[in-house]
C-alpha cells in the first residue's frame, strides 16, 4: 500500500514527461508518435501501465490513514478518487492505440478514425470522470490527511496545490506543459510522507514481523 501510495504518482508523473502528444488531434498525436524516441516511448507507456494499478490502491490507502479522525472528507476523498482514476486504463489503452497507428504503414491515414475514438461519449465520459474525480479528490484527501495529523502541513499543501496547476494547463494561453509536469511532481512529494506513515503503521509492522518470525 504505501509503493502504491508513491509509485502510483510517479508512475504518472515519468509517463507524462516522456508521452509525445498531450491531448492533440489525431493527426498530431500520430505523427508525434512516428517521430518520438521508441524507447522513451514504450517507456512511457510502461509507466502508465503501472500507474493504472497502482493510483486507484494508492487512493485507497490515502483514505484509511485519514479515516479514523477525518472519516467524511477521507470517504469522500478516497471514493472520488478511485472513481476518478479507473478511467486511467482507457485512456492509457488509447495511448497504445496511438502507438499501434503510427508504427503502420501510410500512418497519417488513420487520423480521422482516432479522432472519432478519442472524442465518442464513451472515451469523452471516461475522460470527465477522470478529471472531475482525480483533482477533487487530491483536495480533500489532503485536507483529511493533515485534518488527521497524518502527514505536515507542506505535505498536504504540494497535493493540494497539483489540482489548480493541472487544471492552469488546460486554460493558460499556450497550453504549458510544463505545469501538468510541475503538478505531478508536487503530488509525488507530497505524497511521500503519507507513504512512510503507511509503512510505519505499528499493526502492519507487528504482522509483518510475525510473519517472518512463522509465528502466523
Do not use: K
Not at 479522525?69 to 478511485?82: D, F
Request: include cysteine; glycine fraction near 10%.
Amino acid at each position: 500500500m504505501a509503493v502504491a501510495i508513491v509509485g502510483g504518482p510517479l508512475g504518472y508523473d515519468v509517463g507524462s514527461i516522456l508521452i509525445p502528444a498531450v491531448h492533440e488531434d489525431g493527426a498530431t498525436s500520430i505523427a508525434a508518435n512516428a517521430a518520438a524516441n521508441p524507447i522513451t516511448n514504450a517507456v512511457h507507456l510502461v509507466a502508465y501501465v503501472l500507474a493504472s494499478f497502482l493510483l486507484p490502491l494508492g487512493a485507497v490507502g490515502l483514505a484509511y490513514l485519514a479515516y479514523a479522525r477525518a472519516p467524511w472528507p477521507a470517504t469522500i476523498g478516497g471514493l472520488l478518487a478511485v472513481v476518478g482514476w479507473l478511467p486511467f486504463s482507457a485512456l492509457t489503452a488509447l495511448d497504445d492505440l496511438t502507438m499501434a497507428m503510427a508504427a503502420l504503414p501510410d500512418s497519417g491515414s488513420y487520423a480521422t478514425l482516432l479522432d472519432q475514438f478519442a472524442n465518442d461519449a464513451v472515451m469523452g465520459g471516461y475522460l470527465l470522470v477522470y478529471i472531475v474525480g482525480h483533482l477533487v479528490a487530491y483536495v480533500l484527501l489532503a485536507v483529511a490527511l493533515r485534518r488527521a495529523g497524518v502527514i505536515p502541513r507542506w505535505a498536504a499543501w504540494s497535493m493540494i496545490a497539483s489540482s489548480p496547476l493541472t487544471v492552469a494547463v488546460f486554460v493558460l494561453p499556450g497550453r504549458p506543459l510544463v505545469l501538468g509536469d510541475v503538478a505531478l511532481t508536487l503530488l509525488v512529494i507530497g505524497s511521500v510522507p503519507a507513504a512512510r506513515a503507511m509503512a510505519g503503521l505499528p499493526g502492519i509492522t507487528r504482522s509483518a514481523e510475525r510473519a517472518r518470525s512463522g509465528c502466523v
